[in-house]
């Protein structure tokens, strides 16, 4: 099942796909991660391919809040 609410279709493939921000490779399959937040009125996405990936990120949102 696709989920309606993803910009990644089933047909999207490793070329296309958004890249992880922490190692550069394609976030694709289950264990894709997204974090999504507001800064000033826009809409802020960064892709990880695995929670790995996420849990190494040096996450911005901290800094901006300090």
């Known amino acids: 099942m696709?989920?309606?609410?993803?910009?990644?279709e089933e047909d999207?493939?490793?070329e296309s796909?958004?890249?992880c921000v922490t190692c550069d490779g394609p976030?694709?399959?289950?264990?894709?991660?997204?974090v999504t937040w507001v800064?000033?009125?826009?809409?802020v996405h960064r892709h990880f391919c695995s929670e790995s990936c996420r849990a190494a990120w040096?996450?911005?949102r901290s800094s901006a809040d300090g």
């Open 58 to 60: 040096d996450d911005e």
């Open 39 to 43: 800064d000033g009125g826009d809409a």
């Open 27 to 34: 976030a694709l399959g289950v264990g894709r991660r997204t």
């Open 17 to 19: 796909a958004p890249r």
């Open 12 to 14: 999207v493939d490793e």
């Open 2 to 8: 696709v989920d309606p609410t993803s910009e990644l």
